[in-house]
């Protein structure tokens, strides 16, 4: 044996508002869905994908920089309604995902 540990490497993803990696568990999926940011919470809604902390922090600086348009790679605003309503709500990203 050469000693190593066999540890599997969790995935990372950037958070569009602070701009910190994090686990991926720790981080909300964001889609975008008829001009408006939709929390995926189960990860499974189809489309691109962008990811933050569900804190109302880095929700705020992704409006303000704003992220999600540039990330979904779409043109004009889109509305961060639900998933201000999510954020606020206090929901964790764990909150939807079933157990693997």
Known sequence: MSG???AR?????????CRKRAAKHELLRVVAGEGECVPDPRATLPGRGAYLHPVPNCLDLAVR???FPRAFRV???LE???LREY???GA???DGQSAR
């Open 9 to 17: 490497a969790c995935p990372e993803r950037t958070c569009v508002g």
């Open 92 to 94: 964790s990203p764990a």
């Open 65 to 67: 920089r704003r992220a």
């Open 75 to 77: 043109q004009g605003t």
């Open 4 to 6: 190593r540990t066999h």
């Open 80 to 82: 961060p309604g639900a």
């Open 87 to 89: 954020v606020g709500a």
